[in-house]
């Protein structure tokens, strides 16, 4: 409507988890018996019946897109498109695999991607425990009698099973107290707060005169692990701190990422004796085979048996939750695919490209560029079925990794025909392009990667597999819109992708929106019974108060719904619709090919509602090109209220009503009204997309215009009705009709009137005010809507209405002389000197004789 194609291509993201555990939940035991082909058909089937029901739900909402022909990332074309972007990544060095400690559900039994874990409240036990040194290498004399201790806290028990380590701050000092339970060494600045959690008065405890920093204690101390015959080195690394704990900080390379890291520094295992299911291997003493949450009060109970544990509480802290099975997860080191963030210097390409994009609200921009600055690297890889496989092989005799862009690219040929279903299939003789041998081991016995792609890295190809492959389409597109969670989701993947394989970001701009809350911003859930479906607001109210409704809040906050706010948009549609009716009724008569009236016979009235409209136009105008939208439905909804219902419209019955249907002034109200109906009902076409489009085929009986208001061009601002002094005139005029609304609401309370029609109004004003009101005299009577009105220059009597508003104004209201009309409802003098027509107004009778 803007002038522009806009093509809309609606999409899927088909593979992945959520349809996987679905499929695994109806299968329940026969899962077993069944082949991955098997399997990934049953997950096509499913995807396949709920983009059908999802295709005609977004239809019935008046959403425009290319529903015939909607990518799916389950279609060949679009599988193959994400091989040949793997293929890239691993052109350009990117692409490793590695054991390292990743978020694991034990529950699905894969890795997850950040974007895949929601951060809920949960409570865990917190620990505080010692570690016996057993070599001070020579830098503290240890205590025979009682031992000498670093002290770890941790809110994981269930990961000390895995530690190797104690990390120190180089920077922090460190001290040894003498205590009841032996000798500890902790941090300085947290030595009060630790004594009195221990429950040590300050009489039990002695700080010795010695102090080191956290590097002089990196060289080679050994302590003995609690409970387990293994030897725990103190190490140092920066991302230790003194905000809470000890400062000594128990460290298991297998079950975090910085722990990861100090692991590659100082040449540790990556220990995670913890299987896919959540559950301690055999090798773990005492604990083989409990699940670790399970595990928890074990491990505390044993340490607390041995004399090691100094306290135990309970915390309660924001924790990664699997987004589908919605329970804890772990970090948990396996080996994994990963595209790395420092190849080919990613990071900071992807934070450059950051700044050229136009993020709406613009906080987005901080929140993805802080992101993109402390993520690991890109783990890809995942232990499920349905997805998209990486490329790759393993030699059955030496364990050499087989993954280049030759094998690569030859799938994709192969998948671009039958699908990735080829590679669950087919031999390897027809997956491999030619008969490669080992370049270790000389073996050409491969054996196929079985992991699967990431399914945000499915969506993050879109762009390549969207726009630059459909006719009509361009690269980069123009705006990505999601939820505030995809800036590590879709954003996040689609940016990466881009930039990784040699493009700049692959959107111009991305509009995030809010989450739908209830109407008191709770997040909505279904034990907390306040779960509003959009199918139950479409079959209660109509898909139009659901697009109104979605118009009407700011989606850059969290968006409430309620009952009661859907009553209350309905009721605001309703009078924008009773608006649209009143205009199209009103212009049964009219055709403007045969009854235009030009600008110089308007009334100023008329003019006045022109110039109202432009400024509506404007205002609309902004608002769709901010993405303002709640703009756009406030200015149509007080447009429709109180510019046209409480004033233009209310004036102009008498004219529409009573006057001759031929008369000038009644064409040129109808002319009025058309202009601002046509202009409306484009305006409000993208929000209120099925009213506009009904009545726009109401437009078109008389006009020939397009049949679909879609079709349309908005309405342009006319500079020829942007009369600032009309404007400033008629501003001023509204503001004395308030205050003689006032008189007649004052004389309504007296009984002295009933309808305004009943009263007769007199002013009484200073010279200036009184000039003003001169000039337009002939329209006051109707702009009041009461039978006469009478200007006088003079004081205001004492029984006058003086208003508060404007200095100088008085209003006396007395009811009107003469009889009522039965036709315009004014009381006249007139009415019954007509013998002819002897119940109505010699106006009346002038029309009614003349037909």
């Given at each position: 409507m803007e002038g522009f194609d806009a093509p809309y291509v609606p999409g899927w993201d088909c593979h992945g988890l959520p349809i996987e555990h679905q499929v695994d939940k109806s299968l329940g035991a026969k899962k077993r018996g069944m082949s991955r082909l098997e399997i990934r058909r049953l997950c096509r089937e499913y995807a396949e019946k709920y983009v059908n029901i999802q295709r005609d739900e977004f239809k019935r909402l008046g959403i425009f897109g290319d529903w015939d022909?909607?990518?799916?990332?389950?279609?060949?074309?679009?599988?193959?498109?994400?091989?040949?972007?793997?293929g890239k990544f691993v052109e350009r060095g990117g692409v490793y695999k590695s054991k390292k400690p990743v978020l694991w559900c034990t529950s699905c039994e894969t890795a997850l991607a950040e974007a895949e874990v929601e951060y809920s409240d949960k409570e865990s036990p917190a620990i505080y425990v010692k570690f016996k040194v057993i070599n001070p290498q020579g830098l503290f004399a240890v205590n025979p009698a009682k031992g000498t201790y670093f002290v770890i806290w941790t809110t994981t028990p269930w990961t000390l099973p895995a530690n190797l380590a104690i990390a120190l701050h180089p920077m922090l000092t460190y001290r040894l107290v003498k205590t009841p339970a032996g000798d500890l060494i902790l941090n300085q600045e947290l030595i009060e707060p630790c004594m009195k959690k221990f429950g040590f008065n300050s009489d039990e405890f002695e700080v010795t005169p010695g102090a080191w920093a956290g590097a002089e204690l990196d060289r080679g101390i050994i302590c003995k692990h609690p409970f387990i015959d293994r030897e725990v080195k103190i190490i140092t690394g920066e991302h230790v701190t003194n905000d809470a704990g000890t400062g000594c900080v128990h460290t298991a390379p297998g079950h975090g990422e910085e722990d990861y890291e100090m692991a590659l520094k100082y040449g540790l295992d990556i220990y995670s004796p913890v299987n896919s299911r959540g559950q301690f291997m055999d090798d773990v003493p005492f604990f083989a085979g409990m699940h670790v949450f399970e595990a928890n009060k074990a491990i505390n109970q044993k340490m607390r048996e041995i004399g090691v544990l100094l306290k135990e509480e309970l915390i309660t802290h924001s924790y990664p939750h699997c987004w589908r099975c919605k329970k804890p997860v772990i970090f948990r080191a396996t080996e994994q695919w990963f595209i790395s963030m420092e190849t080919d210097n990613l990071r900071s390409r992807a934070l450059d490209a950051i700044e050229s994009v136009n993020w709406i609200p613009r906080w987005g921009m901080d929140r993805i560029k802080g992101m993109i600055s402390v993520r690991p690297d890109w783990c890809i890889s995942r232990q499920r079925t349905w997805g998209v496989p990486i490329i790759a092989y393993t030699c059955r005799k030496c364990g050499h990794l087989l993954l280049n862009t030759g094998?690569?690219?030859?799938?994709?040929?192969?998948?671009?025909?039958?699908?990735?279903?080829?590679?669950?299939?087919?031999?390897?003789?027809?997956?491999l392009p030619e008969d490669i041998s080992c370049p270790k081991c000389k073996n050409k016995d491969w054996e196929r990667e079985t992991d699967i792609l990431d399914v945000w890295f499915d969506s993050g190809v879109s762009h390549a597999a969207v726009l630059e492959q459909r006719e009509g389409l361009s690269w980069p597109a123009d705006m990505y819109l999601e939820g505030s969670d995809q800036h590590r989701g879709w954003f996040h993947s689609s940016l990466l992708e881009a930039i990784g394989t040699g493009r700049d970001a692959p959107y111009r701009a991305v509009l995030t929106h809010g989450f739908v809350v209830d109407g008191s911003g709770r997040k909505m859930s279904k034990s907390a019974g306040n779960v509003i479906s959009p199918q139950e607001v479409i079959n209660q109210h109509g898909a139009e108060i659901l697009r109104l409704w979605v118009a009407a809040e700011d989606y850059r906050e969290d968006i409430r719904i309620s009952r009661e706010i859907l009553i209350q948009l309905t009721e605001a549609y309703r009078r924008i619709r009773n608006t649209c009716r009143f205009l199209l009724g009103n212009l049964y008569d009219f055709d403007p090919k045969i009854h235009w009236v030009s600008d110089?016979?308007?009334?100023?009235?008329?003019?006045?509602?022109?110039l109202r409209l432009q400024r509506l136009i404007s205002r609309i105008d902004k608002g769709y090109s901010d993405f303002e939208f709640h703009i756009v439905f406030h200015s149509l909804h007080n447009f429709c209220v109180v510019d046209m219902s409480s004033l233009y419209l209310d004036i102009l019955k008498d004219r529409l009503y009573t006057f001759h249907k031929d008369s000038p002034d009644r064409r040129a109200a109808q002319r009025t009204i058309y202009q601002i109906l046509k202009a409306m009902v484009r305006l409000m076409a993208p929000v209120l997309s099925f009213t506009s489009d009904e009545a726009w085929s109401y437009i078109v009986k008389v006009t020939g215009d397009e049949e679909s208001v879609h079709m349309e061009l908005f309405p342009e601002v006319e500079k020829i009705y942007c009369d600032e002094g009309l404007?400033?005139?008629?501003?001023?005029?509204?503001?004395?009709r308030g205050e003689v609304a006032r008189a007649l609401e004052s004389a309504r309370k007296d009984r002295l009137i009933g309808h305004s029609l009943e009263a007769s109004v007199e002013i009484f004003t200073n010279h200036e005010l009184y000039n003003f009101l001169k000039a337009s005299e002939e329209e006051l009577t109707s702009f009041f809507i009461v039978s006469s009105?009478?200007?006088?220059?003079?004081?205001?009597?004492?029984?006058?209405?003086?208003?508060?508003?404007?200095?100088?104004?008085?209003?006396?209201?007395?009811?009107?002389?003469?009889?009522?009309?039965?036709?315009?409802w004014n009381y006249s003098e007139s009415v019954g000197k007509d013998k002819e027509h002897p119940t109505v107004c010699s106006r009346c009778a002038d029309v009614l004789r003349t037909g």
């Open positions: 022909q909607p990518y799916l990332t389950m279609t060949n074309s679009y599988e193959a498109t994400i091989v040949r972007e793997f094998i690569v690219n030859h799938v994709v040929n192969l998948v671009e025909g039958e699908g990735t279903d080829i590679w669950f299939s087919a031999d390897t003789s027809k997956l110089d016979k308007l009334l100023e009235i008329d003019r006045w509602a022109l404007e400033a005139k008629w501003e001023r005029l509204i503001n004395i009105v009478s200007i006088k220059e003079d004081v205001i009597p004492r029984n006058a209405f003086q208003s508060k508003e404007i200095e100088g104004l008085g209003v006396i209201v007395s009811r009107a002389e003469g009889n009522k009309c039965e036709r315009c």
